[in-house]
T-cell receptor, first 115, second 113 residues
Framework: ETGVTQTPRHLVMGMTNKKSLKCEQH?????MYWYKQSAKKPLELMFVYSLEERVENNSVPSRFSPECPNSSHLFLHLHTLQPEDSALYLCASSQGGAQAGDTQYFGPGTRLTVL | AQSVTQLDSQVPVFEEAPVELRCNYS??????LFWYVQYPNQGLQLLLKYLSGSTLVKGINGFEAEFNKSQTSFHLRKPSVHISDTAEYFCAVSDTGRRALTFGSGTRLQVQP
């Protein structure tokens, strides 16, 4: 595997389910990001991790819970989601410690549908 | 607070024609500027970025962009497009002191034969 991978690629869940999104980067980077891409809205930054420490949390509801066990893996745990949470969730990584100006490398995303 | 405006949501163009995708930003401090491309069913890929120095930035796939500080713009250009350039293009900005990227809403480039 190369680059940034995300699993699953598609996920359908009910509002009472608990699921997790997984992201893995094979680039030796130190920072990882979660973004939400909704239809007709700009990409929204959700969380940033630098060296496994959460350094940014953009007022994301608590039903989204990130986890970064090491610099190569990032998870997004989901519970009691709402239909408006349906979106493409993108993971990205960058080489430095999430510095301004760093190039971010994106995974293909997980298409989430909440019924 | 910073913001990014991509003035065109869709740009149809014929193959081998030139194209310009417009991006304007607002910020009270110095910025870094980026253009990313998203092909169908894929994540975003960096086309080019401006950090400092020459205001004309060349990127991959024959794209270039020019930073205009007085007009707070960072328009993307390509002199001759191909069918394979059909994709969504995103302009993004970050303050030089912050790590977060602010994205525009995207421009869908549709190249027609």
């Amino acid at each position: 595997e190369t680059g940034v991978t995300q699993t699953p690629r598609h996920l359908v869940m009910g509002m009472t389910n608990k699921k997790s999104l997984k992201c893995e980067q094979h680039l030796g980077h130190n920072a990882m990001y979660w973004y939400k891409q909704s239809a007709k809205k700009p990409l929204e930054l959700m969380f940033v991790y630098s060296l496994e420490e959460r350094v940014e949390n953009n007022s994301v509801p608590s039903r989204f819970s990130p986890e970064c066990p090491n610099s190569s893996h990032l998870f997004l745990h989901l519970h009691t989601l709402q239909p408006e949470d349906s979106a493409l969730y993108l993971c990205a990584s960058s080489q430095g410690g999430a510095q301004a100006g760093d190039t971010q490398y994106f995974g293909p995303g997980t298409r989430l549908t909440v019924l | 607070a910073q913001s990014v405006t991509q003035l065109d949501s869709q740009v149809p163009v014929f193959e081998e024609a030139p194209v310009e995708l417009r991006c304007n930003y607002s910020s009270s401090v110095s910025v870094y500027l980026f253009w990313y491309v998203q092909y169908p069913n894929q994540g975003l890929q960096l086309l080019l970025k401006y950090l400092s120095g020459s205001t004309l930035v060349k990127g991959i796939n024959g794209f270039e962009a020019e930073f205009n500080k007085s007009q707070t713009s960072f328009h993307l250009r390509k002199p001759s497009v191909h069918i394979s350039d059909t994709a969504e293009y995103f302009c993004a900005v970050s303050d030089t002191g912050r790590r977060a990227l602010t994205f525009g809403s995207g421009t869908r480039l549709q190249v027609q034969p």
